[in-house]
């Protein structure tokens, strides 16, 4: 075991010392391409004046640079620099992406009892390179290739021997494939995408309430926003437009759920899965999604209806069932904004059917109605201030889905609160979110994150953040969040 987890070790360690050093190295490379491209520019617009010989000039948005460049093939004297033809990118490859560091410091826990993992201090010191590359394969055609990894030196630091493999394995390391997609035109009115992409629903910033195509990665929560933890995952997408509409369906047959903490991780659900969960099958057991979006002056409205599986894996039929299963949801919902000044206003709502419970009999579901009210306000120069409430209402609740393995509440209400602000000429970013919950008539805990960023240039930033969780009365999630308040740091190069 120590020899595979040396190798794994080194591999990625090496993997990511490479890009770090390579990083740098590409960025001058491409400083000295666009310097020389410069030039050729330059030497190109003195023939710009000769409008009056020939034919009229065509349009140059309707130039490819090949064709531009293609005459100067024959001029003997013009030799391409022997720099310039090693380091050059194909125009129709770029690449993209970023080398980080994160950690997480943590001030709340108390000490474990023994035999149980110490997260105190230092929880999270991860390395990560991502790498993107879009390709362009047409006018009409184009693809995307984006890949991760990561490494995280903590448990290295506390002792892998501390915690469990089940954690080690989610949290320790990854490398994966995320977005690789090729998207392009069938015809003027039929757009096509298909492979692994991120598709998103509804207006809302920071709530989901018809975005659910897409899982997440909710390992550590609340230290960075929604748009940031979607995960992707294999789709078919085809759009067909006609006057202001648009329809798009989206077939989904990889079936991914979102990453969540695991027992025994600083943010472990309060008891172990006692059975094995089934998980549908890929291609075979499949979701799908249609929408109907029209576009009008000021805003936009939208109609969704899709059929997937619940992130969450329940013990149904009163504990009878021998696993742990999914339950296969029918939502039906509706999205509108509106922009008017200096505002954006916009709701949502959505119908879920097919919620199965461990407290409820065999074949017994229950439905639910989420709704959304938001706003965001930019009146105020370099500021952003957003405010969302949200409701998540159980039909025919009963006082059992109360009782452990279900925790539900009949109503659980979110209210979120978040302002940023850019100073500094646009060099220092201030974040601040505040989101507390009720349910039930009740206080449930808050949620609050604040932060610092710093552009060191354009190409590095640093962070440094806070984040506290507070528990209420019922809520399961605030009750497993509250001991886990932290200070958060990053340093991110991107290329």
């Known amino acids: 075991m120590n020899s595979i987890f040396g190798a794994r070790f080194y591999l990625i360690s090496s993997i990511i010392l490479l890009f770090s050093f390579s990083a740098p190295i590409y960025c001058l490379a491409e400083e000295l ?71 997480n410091l943590n001030h709340a826990h108390d000490a474990p009892q023994p035999g149980q993992p110490d997260f105190r201090g230092l929880s999270q010191l991860r390395t990560t390179v991502k790498l993107e590359v879009p390709v362009t394969i047409s006018n009409d055609w184009k693809a995307l290739i984006n890949t991760q990894i990561f490494y995280d030196f903590s448990y290295l630091a506390k002792g892998r021997e501390n915690f469990s493999n089940e954690l080690l394995d989610l949290y320790e390391s990854e490398a994966e494939l995320r977005e690789f997609y090729v998207n392009g035109s069938l015809t003027s009115d039929l757009d096509v995408k298909v492979g692994r992409q991120i598709m998103v629903w509804g207006f809302a910033d920071f709530t989901r309430i018809v975005d659910v195509l897409n899982p997440l990665d909710n390992r550590v929560p609340g230290v960075v926003n929604v748009e940031d933890i979607r995960l992707p995952t294999t789709m078919a997408r085809a759009d067909y437009y006609f006057g202001d509409w648009r329809f798009t369906g989206t077939f989904i047959p990889e079936i991914l759920f979102t990453k969540e903490p695991v027992f025994n991780s600083d943010f472990a659900p309060p008891f172990a899965p006692t059975k094995p969960e089934m998980i549908p099958e890929d291609f075979k057991d499949f979701e799908y999604g249609l929408e109907l979006k029209k576009s009008f ?81 930019f009146g105020f120069k370099d500021t952003t201030i957003t405010m969302e409430i949200v409701n998540r209402h159980i039909n025919n609740f009963e006082p059992t889905l109360e009782r452990p393995n279900d925790f539900a509440l009949e109503n659980l209400t979110q209210y979120l609160g978040y302002y940023t602000g850019d100073f500094m000429n646009d060099r220092l970013h201030v974040d601040a979110l505040v989101s507390p919950f009720s349910g039930d008539g009740s206080y449930q805990g808050t949620i609050q994150r604040y932060s610092v960023a710093y552009d060191l240039n354009d190409d590095l930033s640093a962070q440094l953040g806070w984040i506290g969780y507070s528990s209420g009365k019922d809520y399961i999630l605030t009750e497993i969040y509250q001991d886990n308040d932290r200070f958060y740091f990053e340093t991110k190069y991107s290329f």
Request: hydrophobic content about 40%; aromatic content about 12%.
């Open 33 to 103: 391409v666009n310097k020389n491209e410069l030039e050729v520019e330059e030497a190109l617009s003195e023939f710009d004046d000769l409008e009056d010989i020939g034919d009229k000039p065509a349009d140059k948005n309707e130039l490819e640079v090949g064709e531009a460049l293609s005459g100067f093939g024959d001029l003997e004297d013009t030799e391409k620099p022997l720099a310039e033809s090693i380091i050059e990118e194909p125009s129709w490859l770029q690449l993209d992406g970023f080398v980080r560091l994160n950690g």
């Open 297 to 377: 002056s000021g805003g936009d409205i939208a109609f969704y209806w899709s059929e997937f599986y619940d992130d969450l894996a329940v013990d149904s039929g009163g504990g009878t069932n021998t696993t742990l299963t999914h339950s296969s949801i029918d939502m039906a919902g509706f999205a509108i904004n509106y922009v008017y000044e200096d505002w954006i206003f916009k709701a949502e709502t959505a119908f879920l059917e097919g919620f199965q419970f461990s407290n409820l009999p065999a074949g017994h579901t229950r439905s639910r109605l989420d709704a959304m009210l938001g706003f965001e306000y």
